[in-house]
Structure formats: structure tokens, C-alpha cells
């Protein structure tokens, strides 16, 4: 099945896509290690939500960093559901054509399989991110 008459439109947080973002933040895929709260996540990006026939299926928020080599844009939130639909192209075809301007697009993720399927969308591995939790006084 195919996504029919989709609309992107930039929208505040509200409380569906809160909820869609919060299965980002469940233990096993929290690239944050459970520092960050959603809110956090999101703070300085605008959320987007992709709609089809006028009902909301995806939310998706971005933040644009300006470095001297040019704007990059980074995903640091993304979550949906609709049967028969590759989300995940639904969504990435939608950003390439909002931020065709800038130089990048940067997506972090904890999730194995969804990290080898944005290779297949033309991203490549950059390097790594570790974190040591350090005891606070």
C-alpha cells in the first residue's frame, strides 16, 4: 500500500507528537542514555507532521547548526506508524527537499536496523558517540 495526497507542514510540539516522540527515548534506543527528556531532544528544532488525506501519520523535528562549511541539518527526533508506508522514505524524501540548501543531514540513532537502512538513503557513518556517566558531588 501507498501513502496517498501527503502534506508536510511545520507545527508546535503538541501532545500526539510528544507521545509519537517518546517511544524515541525508551532505554534501548535512547541515543541520550536517558539524560535528555523529549523536551530537551526537541528544544531549538521545529517539528514537522506529515499528514495523509488530512490525518497526521508522522512527526519528524529537525534542527539547523550553522558551521563555517555550510548549515546542517540534524533529525533529532522522528516517529510514526502507518501500515503498507516506508516511513522511513516518506520522511527522508521530505527533508531532502526542505533542506536541499544546506551542506548536510545528520541522523543519530541507537537502532542497528534503522542505521544500516539510511545507508541505503546515501548516509555514511561519521565516527562515534561515547559517553561515560560521571558521578555528580
Known amino acids: 500500500m501507498e501513502a ?3 502534506s508536510v507542514r511545520p507545527v508546535s510540539l503538541s501532545l500526539a507528537a510528544l507521545e ?14 536517558g539524560l535528555c527528556s523529549i523536551e530537551d531532544v526537541c528544544r ?10 488530512g490525518t497526521p501519520i508522522a512527526w519528524y523535528a529537525v534542527r539547523v547548526d550553522h ?5 546542517n541539518a540534524v533529525i533529532v527526533a522522528a516517529a510514526g506508524r502507518r501500515p503498507g508506508v516506508d ?20 541522523a543519530i540513532t541507537r537502532r542497528p536496523f534503522l542505521a544500516r537502512k539510511l545507508v541505503t538513503f546515501g548516509f555514511a ?11 555528580c558531588h
Do not use: N
Not at 509519537?20 to 542514555?33: G, K, M, S
Not at 531549538?44 to 488525506?53: K, P, S
Not at 558551521?67 to 548549515?71: A, C, E, Q
Not at 557513518?125 to 558521578?135: A, E, I
Open 4 to 6: 496517498k495526497s501527503l
Open 20 to 33: 509519537a516522540f517518546e517511544r524515541c527515548l525508551r532505554p534501548h534506543v535512547d541515543a541520550t542514555a
Open 87 to 106: 516511513l522511513t522514505a516518506v520522511t527522508l524524501a521530505a527533508l531532502e527537499r526542505q533542506f536541499s540548501r544546506c551542506a548536510m543531514l545528520t
Open 44 to 53: 531549538g528544532a521545529q517539528v514537522y507532521e506529515i499528514r495523509e488525506a
Open 67 to 71: 558551521y563555517t562549511g555550510g548549515d
Open 125 to 135: 557513518p561519521t565516527g562515534f558517540v561515547l559517553r561515560k556517566r560521571l558521578q
